[in-house]
């Protein structure tokens, strides 16, 4: 098994592009996450998925969209990248609720 | 407010020096917390989840303890490969609310 797999690694993007990070998992998990992880903060929560079709907003959902088709799949898209999203992005995926969860290996994206 | 925060930011020991770190929350109705490790440049692992004040759950030269407010994470002699960024987390309205993390270096 993977676990779960992230892409890009890195990404560069200028003010006002857009992107989707992709997340993919092999675990048959039914809830997902994405995080973001600045230099000396916590994991941030961005949006969250209890199954397929199912989404809900997390902490910090501002400038994001999320869908989740699969089970397996659960991209983050930003619309129009502004600085303040500099980060590190992580997926996550676990079996229930928050229980243990399986982190991916994260994408450091820079908006210049 | 809920809220998680960890002590000390960082910690450097010298290779076989034990110590602690501490977690401290405020979560009416704690449902789970958990403790992960984080090496640089990847995505957190999962360590351990305590439920309950009193419980205790080890894993090589760590241990994990649980009371009403707080959580400590034991290292005991540790080694250089102990070396990393440890994150705990409690469990709110069925997600993860994160503390900062520790970032633990041990000298060889």
């Known amino acids: 098994n993977a676990g779960v797999t992230q892409t890009p690694k890195f990404r560069i993007l200028k003010i006002g592009q857009s992107m989707t990070l992709q997340c993919t998992q092999d675990?048959?998990?039914?809830?997902m996450y994405w995080y973001r992880q600045d230099p000396g903060m916590g994991l941030k929560l961005i949006y969250y998925?209890?199954?397929?079709?199912?989404?809900d907003k997390g902490e910090v959902p501002n400038g994001y969209n999320v869908s989740r088709s699969t089970t397996e799949d659960f991209p983050l898209r930003l619309e129009l990248a502004a600085p303040s999203q500099t980060s590190v992005y992580f997926c996550?995926?676990?079996?229930?609720?928050?229980?243990?969860?399986?982190f991916g290996p994260g994408t450091r994206l820079t908006v210049t | 407010e809920d809220q998680v925060t960890q002590s000390p930011e960082a910690l450097r020991l010298q290779e076989g020096e034990s110590s602690s770190l501490n977690c401290s929350y405020t979560?009416?109705?704690?449902?789970?917390l958990f403790w992960y490790r984080q090496d640089p440049g990847k995505g957190p692992e999962f360590l351990f989840t305590?439920?309950?004040a009193g419980e205790e759950k080890e894993k090589e030269r760590l241990k994990a303890t649980l009371t009403k407010k707080e959580s400590f994470l034991h290292i005991t002699a540790p080694k250089p490969e102990d070396s990393a960024t440890y994150l705990c987390?409690?469990?709110?309205?069925?997600?993860?609310?994160f503390g900062a993390g520790t970032t633990v270096t041990v000298r060889a």
């Open positions: 996550a995926s676990s079996q229930g609720t928050a229980r243990e969860q399986y």
């Open positions: 305590l439920y309950s």
């Open positions: 979560v009416s109705g704690l449902r789970g």
């Open positions: 998925s209890v199954g397929a079709g199912i989404t």
């Open positions: 987390a409690v469990e709110i309205d069925y997600k993860l609310s």
């Open positions: 675990m048959n998990h039914n809830y």
